[in-house]
């Protein structure tokens, strides 16, 4: 028996052995580790409760990082460790807390490998992961959402209405009180209707169209005030590479807050800390999350008091300089970390990028998901009309070979703005585009405009990124008394070139076919979108769905079309620029 056991483990490491390696700077040291371990182990050598936390915890962070980098499922290599490391956990623990859950993330990653290849294995995969989630675990909070995601798999994607109606019944029968049993009862009706695909993006629950404040807008009221209890805590997410790390602090209500570096020496890393007050650690969160990007080693959080939770960022080198600053709806606090020169101040990426021409592009379709952005009741979303011009905009670039097009979503997902920038930083983007459909309380108003990051005294300015940025006028009139300071290393002169190109074409684009394109011009704003970027980024709202001329153009797909080549002119020609001056810099 001995025989046989030393024969399986050298069997499997060499197996292991002949994987196909992942960069290393995507996989954190403890993961590799986890992997290798729980492949080997012989069935007696049983991992602890805590051990199994940890290791989950770690796999989530692996993930997190992943998916930031690699929404489109390309990096094949690395989501199938990805799925080696939560099968793993689950093979190991079955009854443990992290069992489901990795289920679900199983689930959640083969979804993500199914958009980008198209095999009908990934998908099943998928069902499989999400159905022994719904039957081994009936009584978890998962549960339910497994099931509304396979009848949302069987309607989408196998075109078996009948097997999703059935998904959707067991959520209205098992789980009535369950936050899935309305969008299950919504879905049941469309599929009785005979709407039996998910087309546009049906309404969902808490769905709310934005629209521009009043002049006269009162203060907002503070909704987190009337809370006595503590806010809760949620998981860290983070977003990085060696140069730049963001992190998000999210909370369930608004908290007062300190921040401090503490300078260590020469001898050992800085640390930065973050006191939360009247706050608590939400049972999910992961105590600590190994990042090793050359810039942080790991983040700490502990209940530092029975009142204040304490948030602990632990260096791999000293640093000098960091920024915070809070979002709200939800409350969340975010912590950008750069690397800094020798001189104490923050690297600029195209400083320690090697001169190959602005090639890598980031564009960045507006709102998603539960946020629906501007929209007509019963009729057009932004968040629809921006991404499939978006989609547009990617396919005519990537003809380009020079080109690589990242998008922030290639679908119908909610994602916080903050993230939004996060990807193009830590992708070391050469340029970020947002793209946005306006609105106006006066009808009348027509045009297109495109805005760069810096202050402004404009109330229309304010009140369109109050809109966007979804939340108050009053708030983002505040938020405008820290950006001097945010703003630091941001392009604003190479933001405005952009901005320029990208106006330019499309205005004069669009003249030569349609009548009547208003030009607004060159704008700044306070767009959250915007803050942090450590590239040119601009926003350009490409019509006013408010305006019935408008709104009638933007349900035409060619017209869309036009608007989609002439952003990916002006893109291309502030490319082109920016590659001949660096050419005559040589």
């Avoid at 040291?29 to 986890?34: E, F, N, V």
């Avoid at 689930?107 to 499989?128: N, V």
């Amino acid at each position: 028996m001995w025989s046989k056991f030393r024969q399986d483990t050298r069997r499997k490491a060499q197996a292991a052995r002949q994987r196909p390696l992942v960069p290393l700077f995507a996989f954190p040291l403890p993961l590799w580790i986890l992997v290798l371990l729980m492949l080997a182990a012989p069935a007696w050598s049983r991992p602890s409760q805590e051990d199994i936390a940890r290791q989950y915890g770690q796999a989530k962070a692996y993930y997190q990082n992943l998916a930031a980098r690699d929404k489109g499922g390309q990096d094949r290599n690395s989501w199938r460790t990805c799925v080696t490391a939560f099968r793993s956990i689950y093979k190991a623990a079955p009854d443990h807390a992290a069992a489901p859950k990795s289920l679900f993330m199983l689930g959640k990653i083969y979804q993500t490998l199914f958009q980008q290849s198209g095999e009908g294995q990934d998908l099943d995969q998928a069902i499989a992961s999400y159905e022994e989630l719904s039957s081994r675990y009936p009584g978890n909070f998962l549960a339910d959402d497994a099931f509304f995601i396979l009848g949302s798999i069987y309607l989408a994607d196998k075109n078996d209405p009948a097997k999703a109606a059935r998904a959707y019944t067991k959520i209205i029968a098992i789980y009535p009180e369950g936050d899935m049993a309305g969008a299950a009862e919504k879905q049941l009706l469309r599929i009785k209707h005979g709407k039996t695909t998910l087309g546009p993006s049906p309404a969902r629950d808490g769905e709310k169209c934005l629209t521009l404040p009043p002049a006269d807008e009162p203060p907002p009221k503070d909704h987190g005030a009337k809370k006595s209890g503590p806010a809760t805590v949620l998981p860290i997410r983070y977003w990085s590479n060696n140069y730049y790390t963001r992190l998000v602090v999210e909370t369930t209500a608004p908290v007062t807050f300190k921040h401090q570096l503490l300078v260590r020496g020469k001898s050992s890393p800085d640390r930065i800390y973050l006191d939360l007050r009247n706050s608590r650690l939400s049972p999910e969160t992961v105590k600590t999350i190994p990042i090793e990007d050359g810039l942080l080693h790991q983040v700490r959080s502990t209940q530092f008091d029975p009142k204040t939770v304490r948030v602990v960022l632990d260096t791999q080198t000293n640093i000098s300089e960091y920024k915070v600053f809070t979002l709200t709806d939800p409350f969340r606090v975010v912590i950008d970390v750069p690397r800094t020169a020798a001189s104490g101040k923050a690297e600029a990426l195209t400083a320690r990028q090697p001169v190959r021409g602005l090639k890598r592009i980031v564009i960045d379709p507006g709102h998603g998901g539960k946020d629906p952005g501007t929209c007509i009741p019963n009729g057009l979303k932004e968040k629809d009309i921006v991404l499939e011009v978006a989609l547009m905009v990617a396919k005519v670039l990537r003809e380009n070979p020079g080109y690589e097009v990242i998008l922030t979503r290639d679908r119908d997902v909610f994602i916080s703005l903050e993230e939004r920038t996060a990807i193009a930083n830590a992708r070391e983007a050469d340029l970020f585009l947002s793209i946005h459909v306006n609105a106006a309380p006066n009808h009348e108003a027509r045009g297109i405009e495109t805005y760069v990051l810096d202050l402004t005294n404009n109330k229309d300015a304010i009140r369109l990124a109050a809109m966007e940025n979804a939340t108050s006028a009053k708030q983002t009139s505040d938020l405008q008394s820290i950006l001097l300071d945010l703003m630091q290393n941001s392009k604003i002169n190479e933001s405005l070139k952009l901005a320029g190109l990208v106006q330019e074409k499309m205005v004069r684009g669009l003249n030569q076919k349609f009548n009547d394109i208003g030009n607004l011009g060159v704008k700044k704003a306070p767009f959250l979108v915007l803050i942090g970027a450590q590239m040119p980024a601009v926003l350009t709202e490409i019509a006013f769905l408010s305006n019935p001329e408008e709104e009638k153009r933007l349900k035409n797909e060619a017209y869309l079309a036009e608007v989609a080549n002439h952003l990916a002119a002006g893109v291309s020609q502030y490319v082109e620029s920016m590659s001949l001056a660096s050419n005559h810099k040589r």
